[in-house]
């Protein structure tokens, strides 16, 4: 069964910093794209970053550029965001996405998504 | 890459409701469809315009052609009350765009 579990979360101060992790199981984590995707409170979905399944290849989100780093350890199946220069428009459940393998769209598994209140 | 959709839909349990996604030229864009229950992580229903993945009801259906996309749930259950987001890939900008979603409320 294919798993995403999300933590990292919790209250910050404007300015301050966060690592989210995502740790995956039930899928070979190495073959696939991961995204990440921000809900803020009562608002719609917004994709944040996505990286590569080697790691090397990444892409943010206008509003992230320069404060997010997305990064993968596949030996540990997670994925990670580290935040810093957060904002209070950065509060938002976070969910963490594997993109289904030979796509680089189509989002098949969600976490339960990790709360990040600034 | 815009995409436009109503921000909620209203049906009769047993009727069919209808969910529409707009965005320039969507027709020759794939569309993906989200279901999310209030509390819920989002979860997919449709991908690829009209493929079901395994475990959705064949009550889910999706359509994609010139203008508009639809996202169509025939014989309305009380449980598919949920915000329903459509998705496509940005090609110029190089990421996914979700629409702004839409509540679909069971009278």
């Known amino acids: 069964e294919v798993q995403l579990v999300e933590s990292g979360g919790g209250l910050v101060q404007p300015g301050g910093s966060l690592r989210l992790s995502c740790t995956a199981s039930?899928?070979?984590?190495?073959?696939?794209?991961m995204n990440w995707v921000r809900q803020a409170p009562g608002k719609g979905l917004v994709w944040v970053s996505r990286i590569k399944s080697d790691g090397i290849t990444t892409n943010y989100a206008d509003s992230v550029k320069g404060r997010f780093t997305i990064s993968r350890d596949n030996a540990k199946s997670t994925v990670y965001l580290e935040m810093n220069s957060l904002r209070a428009e950065d509060t938002a459940i976070y969910y963490c996405?594997?993109?289904?393998?030979?796509?680089?769209?189509?989002?098949?598994?969600w976490g339960q998504g990790t709360l990040v209140t600034v | 890459y815009v995409l436009t959709q109503p921000p909620s839909v209203s049906v009769a349990p047993g009727k069919a409701a209808s969910i529409f996604c707009g965005g320039n030229n969507i027709g020759l864009k794939s569309v993906h469809w989200y279901q999310q229950k209030p509390g819920q992580a989002p979860v997919l229903v449709i991908y690829?315009?009209?493929d079901r993945p395994s475990g959705i009801p064949e009550r889910f259906s999706g359509s994609n052609s010139g203008i508009m996309a639809a996202l169509t749930i025939s014989r309305v259950e009380a449980g598919d009350e949920a915000d329903y987001y459509c998705?496509?890939?940005?090609?110029?900008?190089?990421?996914?765009?979700f629409g702004g979603g839409t509540k679909l409320t069971v009278l």
């Open positions: 996405a594997r993109i289904y393998s030979g796509t680089y769209s189509l989002m098949d598994f």
């Open positions: 039930g899928f070979s984590f190495s073959n696939h794209w």
């Open positions: 998705q496509v890939w940005d090609d110029n900008n190089d990421h996914p765009v």
């Open positions: 690829y315009n009209s």
